[in-house]
């Protein structure tokens, strides 16, 4: 793998955490949650400005490689030039609005962790998300377009693996 700084774009439930965490434990790569970018960990969860948001990333950039994962935002629209690779993880909608579900019940079961309330609101949320997302795909997919060969459409962990030429489980 030549890549040294990964973006990994996809929406909700698309594996992009996952996918994040694989590709450091085999790289050694420290990998980075945009979410942790946006919002201060906390009770009140408050969003950061873009300038806090841009210097973060600019603070994260500056150390050298890194994996960054999450959702796309106008607030960190540089790390698509940052990149080496971008990676648009887009599984089958049925498989992430599945996924959708198995997460809220786990997160409410206290399976798995959460950094925010794992209630009915945020459930729809998600949902909603997804819809728009999918509402908006001509425009993200000609957003990546301006980004030629660095950008890698993948549907899944192990065809991002393959393709980065890491080895997979």
């Known amino acids: 793998m030549s890549a040294s700084k990964i973006l990994i774009v996809g929406i909700v439930a698309s594996g992009k955490t996952t996918l994040a ?41 500056r150390q050298g490689a890194w994996i960054m994962e999450g959702v796309d935002r106008a607030s960190y629209r540089q790390l698509y030039d940052l990149a080496d690779q971008v990676l648009f993880l887009d599984p089958p909608l049925w498989k992430r609005k599945a996924r959708i579900v198995t997460r809220y019940l786990k997160q409410k079961t206290g399976l798995e962790a959460s950094h925010y309330p794992p209630d009915l609101r945020m ?30 459409h993948v549907a899944g962990a192990e065809e991002a693996r393959r393709r980065l030429r890491i080895g997979g489980e």
Request: glycine letters at 6%; a positive charge.
């Open 21 to 61: 965490r694989q590709l450091s434990e085999r790289t050694g790569i420290p990998w980075h949650e945009l979410d942790d970018i946006v919002y201060r960990r906390g009770a009140d969860r408050s969003k950061r400005s873009p300038e806090e948001q841009a210097e973060r990333i600019r603070a994260i950039d």
């Open 123 to 152: 459930l729809k949320m998600m949902f909603r998300w997804t819809r728009d997302f999918e509402r908006g795909r001509p425009e993200f997919e000609a957003k990546l377009a301006n980004y030629g060969n660095k950008v890698l």
